[in-house]
Each structure stands twice: as structure tokens, then as C-alpha cells.
């Protein structure tokens, strides 16, 4: 039993929940929750933690795992939930190629240039799921794809997607187009509306840039076509995860 908020196991539970360079260096990173634990296969869960209380009730979830039991006051300080589930587990980071993305010989992928918001990547990583994509594309200088509030917004896709966190999208783009990949950009000066363009006959990804600016315009330029979605009234853009999970519906519905 855990007892004291000075064990050395809180404290890095404590700096893998806040810290992104820590998740970095450790290469781990924390799931809370049963559900989400349930989502994760043994081998990439490295230990368990148990309230007191949720052990006591319903005892382990994983038999194949080593874990601790936390003191329920503890544990509920360190949980970053606002109704802390009473388990979480410490997870192995996976690390993907940009090969393995491109497994299918026409893909559809979507690629994320610095987006910050940790709630736009988790929902756009679990549409992704949804709609069938071949993976996520993203820069270096998006939010931590394991940051916590991402990991929850996934609700389990992110142990399930693909992703590549790439150091330079000018390269990745080319390297892309050379596989014949049609880059289309979401662009506010789009000269195609977004249902317009044929995502079928070809692989295809879909640029979506940062929620206040937009794609740069050196990255607006590697791609092969613009597009927009129209827009009423005074609404000047979409959510970026609302405007992600517009494009890849559409080639799901053109592919279906």
C-alpha cells in the first residue's frame, strides 16, 4: 500500500501526467480509467495502479500486470479526472514508420500541422478510426499525442490508429506525392468545394493547420489542390476537428 505522497512511484506518475518532455524521455505514458485500460494490450502496460477502495471492491482487472494499491486520498490528488475511476495504468509508448501508414496501396490519411488543442487531436484521431483512415499524420509541433487529454479524448483509437510524428511535413508531403498521394489542403481560399474533389481513385491526405492560422503557407503550397467548405452566415471557419471529420467522411462516403 502506497501511503505517502513522497513515494518516489507517485512522483513519476505525477510527472508522466504533466510533464510532455518526461512521457518523451521515459517513452511512457499514463491511461486512467478501466475502460481505457481494458482498450490496451498486456504487453504495452508496464504497471497497474488500484485505489485502495476500487481493490478492496473489484480487485484486479489484468491479472498479467504488476500493480500497486494507492491510498484513495492520494490517489484521488494525483488522478487527472475529475472523478478519478480508482485505476490507471503506466503505458509503453508505440512508435510508428511513415511505412506503416501506407500499408494499402491507395490510403487515405490525414495530416495535422501545429495543432494545439489536445481535445481537436483526440477527436480527430478517434474519427479517424471511425471513418476507416490508414493513420494520422502529424508535426512535431502539435500538442503531445499522449498528452492526457488527448489520450481521453481517443477513447481507445489511439491505441488503435497508426501515427507518425513527422520533423519535417515538406519532406513527408514529397515523399507522399512520390506514392502518388493526392495532397489536398483545407484552405479558406479554396477553389473547390470540399465534395467536389475525387478521393477514390487515388490515395489521398488531408492537411488541416493550426485553429487560429490556418496551414502555413509553405506547407499550403506542397499540396496538389485547395479546398473549402462553404460557410453561412458570419462564421468565418469550423472547429479543425469538426472540419477534419467533414473531409474524411466524405472519402469514406465516395470510397463506400
Not at 198 to 203: A, F, P, Q, R
Amino acid at each position: 500500500m502506497i501511503n505517502s505522497r513522497n513515494n518516489k512511484q507517485i512522483k513519476n506518475i505525477m510527472s508522466l501526467i504533466k510533464q510532455s518532455k518526461e512521457r518523451k524521455k521515459q517513452k511512457k505514458y499514463v491511461v486512467e480509467g478501466e475502460k481505457m485500460i481494458l482498450e490496451i494490450p498486456s504487453i504495452h502496460i508496464e504497471k497497474m495502479y488500484y485505489s485502495q477502495s476500487y481493490y478492496n471492491e473489484k480487485g484486479l482487472i489484468n491479472q498479467d500486470v504488476p500493480y500497486d494499491c494507492i491510498e484513495d486520498g492520494i490517489f484521488n490528488t494525483i488522478s487527472d479526472t475529475m472523478t478519478p475511476q480508482g485505476v490507471l495504468g503506466i503505458i509503453k509508448q508505440k512508435v510508428y514508420a511513415l511505412e506503416d501508414l501506407l500499408v494499402s496501396d491507395q490510403p487515405v490519411l490525414i495530416a495535422l500541422e501545429n495543432v494545439q488543442d489536445p481535445g481537436n487531436i483526440g477527436t480527430i484521431i478517434r474519427t479517424a478510426e471511425g471513418a476507416g483512415l490508414n493513420g494520422v499524420i502529424l508535426t512535431k509541433d502539435c500538442v503531445d499525442i499522449y498528452n492526457p487529454k488527448v489520450v481521453r479524448s481517443t477513447m481507445g483509437s489511439l491505441h488503435r490508429v497508426p501515427f507518425f510524428i513527422t520533423e519535417n511535413i515538406k519532406d513527408t508531403l514529397s515523399h507522399l506525392k512520390n506514392k502518388s498521394i493526392k495532397v489536398v489542403a483545407a484552405h479558406l481560399k479554396g477553389n473547390a468545394l470540399y465534395d467536389e474533389v475525387d478521393y477514390k481513385n487515388n490515395g489521398v491526405v488531408f492537411l488541416i493547420g493550426n485553429e487560429s492560422k490556418g496551414l502555413s503557407e509553405s506547407t499550403a503550397l506542397e499540396s496538389d489542390v485547395w479546398i473549402k467548405i462553404p460557410l453561412h452566415g458570419q462564421v468565418e471557419s469550423l472547429n479543425a476537428s469538426v472540419a477534419a471529420s467533414l473531409l474524411m467522411y466524405e472519402a469514406e462516403r465516395q470510397r463506400r
